[in-house]
């Protein structure tokens, strides 16, 4: 709880992979991303955080909070997902990447990015052509860009 609490610097994988068994921290942020009593700020972290703890369990919380109404959630979910499950997230990533939440979608396309596997260079493709938002577009071809 006290990573997840800093103001100034958010956890770390290896700082929350050291609390202990991998499960028993992943079961713990879930149940933190649940709790209605933290602060908005710690739930958010808690989700996020949970990308370096890939299950299903986990990935059933993210797209739970991708397809909710919290469009902060939503954007560190696409975050979580992009980070644990890389490829298998596709779909899900592509499907942010046409919300109607221009901030998502540009951190789908991030998220794409990263992946940079050949499923997600084709989302960022399929999206290009059709992307209203000048600045996802910006995005969209900063992540389809060769990396150096």
Do not use: C
Not at 62 to 77: N, P
Not at 105 to 132: D, F, H, W, Y
Not at 139 to 147: C, R, V
């Amino acid at each position: 709880m006290d990573q997840l609490a800093g103001v100034e610097s958010a956890p770390t994988s290896d700082s929350l992979k050291a609390i202990g068994d991998a499960d028993a921290v992943r079961d713990e942020l879930i149940a933190l991303t649940r709790d209605e009593a933290l602060p908005h700020s710690h739930r958010l972290r808690a989700l996020h955080a949970l990308g370096w703890f890939p299950s299903d369990a986990a990935r059933a919380v993210l797209v739970d909070a991708l397809r909710g109404s919290d469009r902060h959630a939503a954007r560190k979910a696409v975050y979580a997902l992009g980070i644990g499950w890389r490829d298998a997230a596709v779909p899900d990533l592509g499907r942010a990447l046409a919300a109607n939440d221009t901030q998502l979608r540009i951190a789908a396309a991030k998220a794409l990015g990263k992946v940079a596997t050949p499923a997600a260079r084709s989302a960022l493709e399929a999206r290009l052509p059709t992307e209203p938002s000048d600045t996802v577009k910006d995005e969209i071809q900063k992540s389809l860009a060769p990396s150096q």
